[in-house]
């Protein structure tokens, strides 16, 4: 297994021979004979170990096993301890996520805080079909059935080809010892279950399914990168980003998306990684009313006239935000980024800059978002108008209107609203001798 391993190291990753490493090791039997394999080859390694604390004296005697290796072949580790009850508890996870999120913020930080150029983890063939038979039985898109990626950004999985059996022969063979976690042979989890009661059966039937099954994955996968080819030409056709508010919004044209083969199948591309479950309310948008929104725990996909609108949750956090801004203030950067100037001559008013009569403001003026009721008087226009019905008229989309921001006087009347349009009470005149430029810097 060392000249095969070393051979797949040279050829998948000849990239690492110079890097600073990071193993994530348990004591187990993968992640013991990885570090051996790698200290033979010379690799410039660390190790990291997480005591989890959820098998009492057991993931105690895991951490010293772990921290004698470590002395015994002379390289760095690092251990670290967690209530991961009460982090689950807390946070209202299972048991499993939790651990899992503990574990990976961790490495994160040692990443950081010791310049590691990538961290590497055990996982090999078997615990690949074992993954794959979980998402199938779950039910899952084209992703979830190619397997466990060998490179996920910084993480890297060498072991990956390699089979349990293979990796277990190599330990015996070289007298490695390794930490048997008793759980693993629990049916209580579902991968026990699988690892346990169906892959054996699988193995029975196919003793080669570990190959065939790497076959099979390879083959999905260069299926998935001709989907993401077709995904990747068909967005710039319908998917545009609007950056022109502090609010990123991606917008999709709706038109284009009912003149696609399989509109639902797109929709499930586009949006797949911003964590939406309820796939037919997303589709149901596509003939929804104006103002439909469906929601994940992260994003809001909005129904506006004809478009689909993915913002990030939160944008309306701000809804009631008051910021003062004083005389003689010259930049604010946030909320929103406005510079301030005066200047004997005013020029042409625009979306982004409007000239103001110094003498008609009463500071400090205020920054906030509209609030139901609110009224202005439109420049070039005569009289007033209530700011919902602008909104209406301009066709904003609530997402618009929730992130637009009303500059005002101290006495709350109504300046400018930013970006769009300001208040004829307020811009210059031919007798105004003091002159206040604003600017939207987008």
Known sequence: MQQKFSNHINTKFPFLKDKKLLIAISGGVDSVVLTHLLSILNFNISLAHCNFKLRKKESDLDENF????????NIKTFTRQFETNKFAQKNKLSTQIAARKLRYN???????????EYVLTAHHADDNLETFLINLTRGTGLDGLTGIPETNGNILRPLIPFSRNEIIDFAKENDIKWREDQS???????RNKIRHQVVPVLKEINPSVLETFAKTTNHLKESQQIIEDRIQKVSKEIIQKDFSTSLEMTKLNIDKINQLSNPKAYLYQFFKDYNFTEWNDVYNLLSAQSG???????????????????????FSTEQETIVEIVENTTEITS???????????????????IFLDKNEL???????KWQNGDVFYPSGMQGKKKISKYFKDEKLSLIDKQN????????D???WIIGHRSDNRFITKKESNSVLKISLVI
Do not use: M
Request: net charge positive; with cysteine.
């Open 184 to 190: 693993n042979a629990s049916t209580k989890y579902i």
């Open 362 to 368: 009463e500071f400090p003026l205020k920054l906030r």
């Open 292 to 314: 439909k929104q469906v929601f994940s725990k992260t994003h809001v996909l909005l129904k506006d006239r004809n478009f689909l609108i993915l913002t990030k949750k939160g």
């Open 413 to 415: 009347s109504i300046i």
């Open 106 to 116: 961790w490495f994160e930080s040692l990443v950081n805080k010791h310049q590691f």
């Open 335 to 353: 909320p929103i980024h406005l510079k301030f100037e005066t200047v004997k001559n005013p020029s042409l008013h625009s979306k982004e800059i």
């Open 404 to 411: 637009t921001w009303l500059l005002c006087n101290n006495n």
């Open 66 to 73: 772990v921290l004698k290796l470590g002395e015994k072949l």
